[in-house]
């Protein structure tokens, strides 16, 4: 654990003190001749060991026979290795490595007709005069030339050879039983699709076109990416694989083009053999102005920009390589090997030179306002270094591997010499092929080789950007890198500041299929669509989204809504139907009206209690019913303002109770008259009962009975608060909920079964005398009273939150008013504004 703490610390160290490091500038004289591509450059190195040396004077001969930049430039590589190799003093002691130059860069018709001139003139690891030596070849670029090096081998002779290549890595090599004594220095490029796609993400791009070789490492590449892509949500929108067949490549060349011109991608990556079908390719599309951003191995990069067909988009051409360190010394050697003094710009047209950025970004602020003679003369002032390329890099380490193999070989040789294996170089040979198969070591700029291929670790990449600065310049500048051994999160390292100053803006041009999905919507795709493409839907009611391409929106909680935009949540606001509501203010303000009207009705009948039409009418029962209108009215009251369980239980009980006792005295009144007009003289049995009150016994009796409804729905299932967000939006009611339904309509029932009562015997009592004769009007009362009711349960049901408790007031407050002007106002209009019909005379005179 401690040695994990302490490697995070020291990681986090190296990228601090990192920053404080400014980045290397590159810079190439592109060459003015327009020349096909040299895309047929192999190269075949001949190394064996001896014990002469060759010094600098002496490499002239041979880097003279080099013509072409491409064959010069590994040819420069190789010699310097070498030199390097042989002035170490640790290495080969009294040995020097020697190369024959047998083959040279030459093509492959070449290389087949010198090995059959020279077949019985060179016989390596047999020399008679010499110690036991073996033969090792260096093969490279092109994957072609060492596949057709080991047939040529295998053909003209009947003794193994060993072969390390240099050059991008190839599946088609790694075959051990194809090629047992091949050695490829690059590694996989699986480290390269990993920093590509999380360049890509960087930018937030996720739809990138591809242009590969239709080869093994083409397509070894596309798995590799496919799967890095797969895991990040990025998709391609064209793979155009390119044929090495030409005559295929020619039939499918117009639909290369319409993908690329049909897509909606700005950004494309090329990866592949630099063969000639894919480099045609690549130089219609400049030629017809394709405007992309391009994104290609070091290669590539170095092939475009060098071959002036310029594929630069409005960012330039961003270039991968596997990291490797600078060499210096490099440039210092080409000019003293040669008796001609290679001067800066015939340096630059051949390779690139490098220095700080620093000391170019104090020339220009930005590479649009460096002028190209002021430029270049710059440049000619100063001494840089050359850069190797990483194909010269990787020969760097065959030579290296060679020299570390040979000296632990003949360290070996000498320590385990026997008579018996002297005559068999064959069998020291194999030997030799068993120690460099494990050799491991640090170069001499610090990187760890390893030439076992499977225990071989992912390589950092370096990222550039290459630009057409001038006529006749280019500048290839290191923006980022990318390592595979730093925690997630932190392996790419790009450097805005250095964007922002190749490119001059700080703006990059987006690559998607389809344009983001904003707060507020969520992503669907279509059936044979992309993941990455798209379209955009608003979020369903009450959902929101907060981010950006959201797959499903979320619901916002009971307690909050979605505002218009359906990008946040907002909380509800609290509300019930309170007093500063107008719609309560209004019924409370009548339930109040109705009350005093009811009290000062009272005040009349009490102060009027010996006029005839109130004795008439059973003052007691009309004291009575009166009061219990009141209550009815008063009632309704508490329906109104924040409930809570207390008042939620009081509305529900009060109202059933004053109820009860209003229309159960409505009950006792109607039967009072029929048993007053019906009875005759000879039923003194029944007067007896008219007369001590019985019928007044009704009241308490059928009030127990809705006590007791009550209490049953109290003990099962009482009313509570209830919070309602769902009736209207942005709001959180809070009402009572009844509890038990059951309970609540069953005292409802039993109330219209007592009015239904009331009114039945009323309307049998209707043709009765009507002098002081309220049957009339007790029937009518029971009938407005039933008909509220009746009307009030669908009404109810079919609303929500506080009009529900609204329509119920409304209905208490209906029902109560009803009744008490259907039985009492004609009596307060005879007592208050008729008082003459109040007396004994007119009620005998109407009888």
């Not at 992309?292 to 051409?317: E, M, N, V």
């Not at 919507?521 to 608003?538: D, I, L, N």
């Not at 002081?772 to 029937?779: D, G, I, M, Q, S």
């Amino acid at each position: 654990m401690c040695a994990l703490i302490f490697l995070f610390f020291l990681w986090n160290l190296l990228l601090f003190l990192a920053s404080f490091i400014h980045p290397r500038c590159y810079w190439r004289m592109k060459m003015k001749e327009d020349k096909e591509l040299d895309l047929g450059t192999n190269c075949v190195f001949l190394f064996q060991l001896a014990s002469e040396t060759i010094d600098r004077e002496d490499w002239s001969n041979y880097l003279n026979l080099y013509t072409t930049t491409e064959s010069q430039r590994f040819a420069f590589a190789l010699a310097f290795a070498v030199d390097e190799v042989n002035r170490n003093p640790g290495l080969l002691p009294n040995i020097s490595l020697f190369d024959y130059m047998v083959f040279g860069c030459k093509t492959l018709s070449q290389f087949t007709s010198y090995m059959h001139m020279n077949m019985n003139k060179v016989h390596p690891n047999y020399d008679c005069t010499r110690e036991p030596m073996c033969t090792v070849l260096l093969t490279g670029p092109n994957w072609e030339t060492t596949a057709t090096m080991q047939i040529l081998i295998n053909f003209f002779m009947s003794y193994k050879v060993f072969q390390l290549t240099f050059g991008p890595f190839h599946p088609v090599l790694s075959d051990h039983e194809q090629f047992p004594h091949l050695y490829q220095m690059a590694s996989k490029d699986i480290s390269l699709a990993h920093a590509m796609v999380f360049f890509i993400l960087y930018f937030r791009w996720n739809w990138v076109g591809l242009v590969i070789s239709d080869n093994d490492q083409g397509i070894q590449f596309l798995s590799y990416l496919r799967r890095e892509m797969e895991k990040s949500t990025v998709c391609f929108a064209f793979v155009n694989m390119i044929p090495v067949n030409m005559e295929l490549y020619m039939s499918r060349a117009e639909v290369y083009y319409n993908q690329i011109m049909a897509s909606s991608t700005n950004v494309v990556i090329i990866y592949g053999d630099i063969d000639y079908r894919l480099a045609l390719n690549l130089r219609m599309w400049e030629s017809l102005v394709i405007k992309r951003i391009w994104i290609t191995t070091s290669q590539w990069g170095d092939a475009i920009t060098k071959r002036d067909y310029t594929l630069d988009s409005f960012h330039g051409t961003l270039t991968f390589a596997h990291h490797h360190p600078d060499i210096s010394g490099f440039k210092n050697f080409v000019q003293t090997v040669n008796l001609i003094n290679y001067s800066d710009k015939y340096l630059a047209s051949m390779e690139w030179m490098y220095l700080n950025c620093e000391a170019l970004a104090s020339n220009c602020n930005t590479m649009k306002n460096c002028s190209s003679n002021a430029t270049l003369e710059w440049l000619m002032e100063h001494t840089f270094d050359m850069a190797f390329s990483s194909s010269s890099y990787d020969i760097y380490n065959a030579v290296y591997a060679l020299a570390h193999a040979s000296h632990e070989w003949i360290f070996q040789y000498l320590v385990h010499q026997e008579i018996s294996t002297l005559n068999n170089s064959n069998h020291e040979c194999f030997k030799l092929h068993d120690t460099l198969r494990n050799i491991h070591f640090t170069n001499p700029v610090g990187d760890r080789v390893n030439m076992n291929q499977r225990e071989k670790l992912e390589e950092e990449c370096d990222i550039f950007y290459i630009s057409n600065l001038q006529q006749g310049l280019e500048i290839k500048v290191k923006i980022g890198s990318f390592s595979p051994y730093f925690p997630h999160g932190q392996q790419l390292h790009l450097s805005a500041e250095m964007m922002e100053w190749v490119t001059g803006s700080t703006k990059i041009l987006p690559s998607v299929c389809s344009a983001d999905c904003g707060p507020g919507f969520r992503k669907f795709c279509k059936e044979g669509m992309a993941t990455c493409c798209f379209e955009c839907s608003p979020c369903p009611e009450n959902e929101i989204s907060n981010e950006t391409n959201v797959d499903q929106c979320v619901m916002c909680p009971e307690e909050q809504y979605a505002n218009p935009e359906q990008n946040h949540c907002v909380d509800k606001a609290v509300v019930f139907l309170s007093y500063e509501d107008p719609l309560g203010m209004a019924l409370a303000l009548i339930a109040l009206c109705f009350t005093a009207f009811t009290a000062v009705g009272l005040g009349v009948f009490v102060k009027h209690h010996d006029t005839p039409i109130v004795k008439a009418n059973n003052k007691t029962l009309s004291y009575l019913l009166l009061i219990s209108l009141m209550s009815c009215f008063l009632c309704s009251l508490l329906f109104l303002g924040r409930p809570n369980t207390a008042t939620c239980i009081l509305q529900q009980i009060t109202f059933g109770i004053v109820f009860t006792v209003a229309v159960s005295t409505v009950l006792a009144k109607t039967i009072t008259v029929v048993l007053a007009f019906k009875l005759t003289g000879t039923r003194r049995r029944m007067k007896y009962i008219l007369i001590s009150g019985v019928p007044n016994y009704i009241i308490p009796i059928c009030s127990l009975l809705q006590v007791i409804l009550c209490a049953i729905w109290l003990g099962s299932s009482p009313p509570f608060v209830d919070i309602d967000a769902h009736s209207e939006h942005g709001h959180i009611i809070i009402v009572c909920n009844k509890g038990s339904v059951t309970a609540f309509y069953s005292v409802l029932g039993y109330l219209a079964c007592l009015a239904m009562g009331s009114f039945t015997v009323a309307f049998l009592a209707r043709n009765l005398p009507d002098a002081f004769n309220e049957a009339k009007y007790l029937t009518f009362s029971m009938l407005v009273f039933c008909s509220v009711w009746l009307s009030f349960i669908p009404v109810y049901h079919s609303t929500k939150g506080m009009v529900m408790v609204a329509v119920e007031i409304f209905s208490i407050l209906a029902s109560t008013a009803g009744v008490l002007g259907c039985i009492f106002v004609p009596k307060f209009y005879i007592i208050l504004l008729r008082p003459e019909r109040n007396s004994i005379q007119k009620i005998r005179k109407k009888s």
